[in-house]
């Protein structure tokens, strides 16, 4: 049981590039979620699912992209890097959604850096 | 504006004495979680306090939810090296989305 599970852990990219950052929880959660955390700031969110096919946005969507085809994988896409996305993003899963109590687990995260 | 502020948001302190760290917020949330997040990891969830007045209890660490469910406090009592980290609390909000505090950095000195 790996929890969750998030590639890669370093990223540099130049202004305009595009990447994806993977996630994937083995626990068979239908809540994921993608935050990124900058000094001073706390954890905001970026875009969340409730189950396979269904996606939303939260506090910072733009600039980023995200689907859900199956339940254990939620990647992260990037469409044109800036140098205001230079950030650690957490991937996240719960059973269902964290507001209503049930344990949140976060995987190690992604260091990004934009150029 | 910050939705749920944290303070203090650095705290130093030498290994035995008491802290505490708040959660304050204008708004009324379902629940409040806390976190501790360690350098290069991810939170990892300490406790979820989810009535009015709560009080919850883990080894040295209290955690209490206001009666109004708008604020939190967390308190660390003889505080040890091992409790160095961040420490975030996040409240739960419409739709069950969790909105994040700030974070207090605490480092505790031997």
């Known amino acids: 049981n790996a929890g969750v599970t998030q590639t890669p852990k370093f990223q540099v990219l130049k202004t305009g590039q595009s990447m994806t950052l993977q996630c994937a929880q083995d626990?068979?959660?239908?809540?994921m979620s993608w935050y990124r955390q900058d000094p001073g700031m706390g954890l905001r969110l970026i875009h969340y699912s409730v189950g396979a096919g269904i996606t939303d946005q939260g506090e910072v969507p733009n600039g980023y992209n995200v689907s859900r085809s199956t339940t254990e994988d939620f990647p992260l896409r990037l469409l044109s890097a800036a140098p205001s996305q230079t950030s650690v993003y957490f991937c996240a899963s719960s059973q269902t959604r964290p507001g209503g109590g049930p344990t949140q687990y976060f995987g190690p995260g992604t260091r990004l850096l934009v150029l | 504006t910050q939705l749920l502020e944290q303070s203090p948001q650095f705290l130093s302190i030498q290994e035995g004495e008491n802290l505490t760290v708040y959660c304050n917020s204008s708004s009324v949330f379902s629940s409040l979680q806390w976190y501790r997040q360690e350098p290069g990891e991810g939170p990892v969830l300490l406790v979820t306090v989810v009535t009015g007045g709560e009080v919850k209890k883990l080894k040295r660490l209290t955690f209490q939810f206001g009666d109004a469910r708008k604020d939190s406090s967390l308190h660390i009592t003889a505080a040890q090296p091992g409790d160095t980290g961040l420490y975030l609390c996040?409240?739960?909000?419409?739709?069950?989305?969790?909105?994040f505090g700030q974070g207090t950095e605490l480092s505790v000195k031997p």
């Open positions: 996040a409240g739960g909000r419409q739709g069950g989305k969790l909105i």
């Open positions: 626990m068979n959660h239908e809540y």
